[in-house]
T-cell receptor, first 112, second 115 residues
């Protein structure tokens, strides 16, 4: 079982719609959860971090965490073509020091 | 401007050759990391260092070596023992905080290809 799992996609949504990205993780002791956005050929950039159960909103982005279900999601409201990228879910494990474990990423296409 | 600088942007390796990827940061971060990314895949950890003169193997360290002689620098050598080195290599740094609130700052990456 992979430590962090995401649907590879691609996920295609029309402009203005809500894009929903999902991620599950295996280490029940994980404390920190992150969503990074990566444009093709570029390095990842952090867009959201979440540490406690519930929702966290930042502009058009909402991260949701459910530790009991070992599930974290990212909602992008009013999706724009510029949101088209690969979204990487990352989890900071409770073991192994300061390692951050990444999922394989979900490719999102927002159609104009 | 503070940041992480990786060089070169593109690198070609001949069979049997060792090559070194450079990573320099001026963010005064203690922790530095090397990740490998293959097409359509996530980032896999090669090596990481939490402090000068100390580093640990990540999940795919075989065929790679690192050094951490200065806080600012964490070079990665891809040795001839790494039989499939073609990938996008990302260096990152962070201020480690115990258990929470770690943000990774990434360099712009090095694309390594085999001739």
């Amino acid at each position: 079982q992979k430590e962090v799992e995401q649907n590879s996609g691609p996920l295609s949504v029309p402009e203005g719609a809500i894009a929903s990205l999902n991620c599950t993780y295996s280490d029940r002791g994980s404390q920190s959860f992150f969503w990074y956005r990566q444009y093709s050929g570029k390095s990842p950039e952090l867009i959201m971090s979440i540490y406690s159960n519930g929702d966290k909103e930042d502009g058009r982005f909402t991260a949701q965490l459910n530790k009991a279900s070992q599930y974290v999601s990212l909602l992008i409201r009013d999706s724009q073509p510029s949101d088209s990228a690969t979204y990487l879910c990352a989890v900071k494990a409770n073991t192994g020091g300061f390692k951050t474990i990444f999922g394989a990423g979900t490719r999102l296409f927002v159609k104009a | 401007d503070g940041g992480i600088t990786q060089s070169p942007k593109y690198l070609f390796r001949k069979e049997g050759q060792n090559v070194t990827l450079s990573c320099e940061q001026n963010l005064n971060h203690d922790a530095m990391y090397w990740y490998r990314q293959d097409p359509g895949q996530g980032l896999r950890l090669i090596y990481y260092s939490q402090i000068v003169n100390d580093f640990q193997k990540g999940d795919i360290a075989e065929g790679y070596s690192v050094s951490r002689e200065k806080k600012e620098s964490f070079p990665l050598t891809v040795t001839s023992a790494q039989k499939n080195p073609t990938a996008f290599y990302l260096c990152a740094s962070s201020i480690p905080t115990w258990g929470t609130n770690e943000k990774l700052f990434f360099g712009s990456g090095t694309q390594l290809s085999v001739l």
